[in-house]
């Protein structure tokens, strides 16, 4: 197994289970975005901050953060929070566990595809099998959304 593969497996799995745990926690709290998504920010607090922050700090590599490193990161940081907090702020106003995933896990991966090609421009213009596999993607989540349990 190439050892990135094991971190895909994680993320997939903890992002999987996201927004149903989420959901879970928002009805606990009277059904208050707001509340469940300060209880996100404590997490990405305990989680994206002082584990990584201790580990750099054992490491004494804070030499390695550069002003257009943490502008882009920050950025990036900023853009999960708010996605974090659409889907949030989605289940509070209608949206169900089990329609709000497919749309974004569908969608999610195209935009991130297309604005990955604009920082990086391929070499070549992405095939016709490469739109092919965007309207699957749209078809998938289509399929999944006719179909979920009720």
């Not at 989420?22 to 997490?43: I, P, R």
């Not at 853009?79 to 566990?97: D, E, H, K, T, Y």
């Not at 490469?130 to 993607?137: E, N, P, S, T, W």
């Amino acid at each position: 197994m190439r050892s990135w593969m094991p971190f895909v497996v994680l993320t997939v799995l903890s992002w999987g289970t996201y927004i149903p745990t989420l959901h879970k926690g928002q009805l606990a709290l009277g059904n208050s975005g707001l509340h469940a998504f300060l209880m996100v920010g404590v997490a990405y607090l305990l989680v994206a901050i002082l584990i990584p922050g201790t580990i750099i700090a054992r490491a004494g590599t804070w030499h390695l953060f550069t002003s257009g490193g943490m502008a882009l990161t920050l950025a990036a940081g900023a853009l999960g929070a708010v996605g974090a907090l659409g889907i949030s702020f989605a289940l509070v106003n209608g949206g169900r566990p089990t329609v709000v995933p497919p749309l974004v896990f569908a969608g999610a991966p195209v935009v991130s595809t297309f604005v990955a090609m604009a920082y990086n421009p391929p070499q070549n213009s992405p095939s016709l099998t490469f739109y092919l596999g965007i309207v699957m993607a749209a078809a998938g989540a289509g399929l999944v959304l006719a179909n979920r349990p009720t």
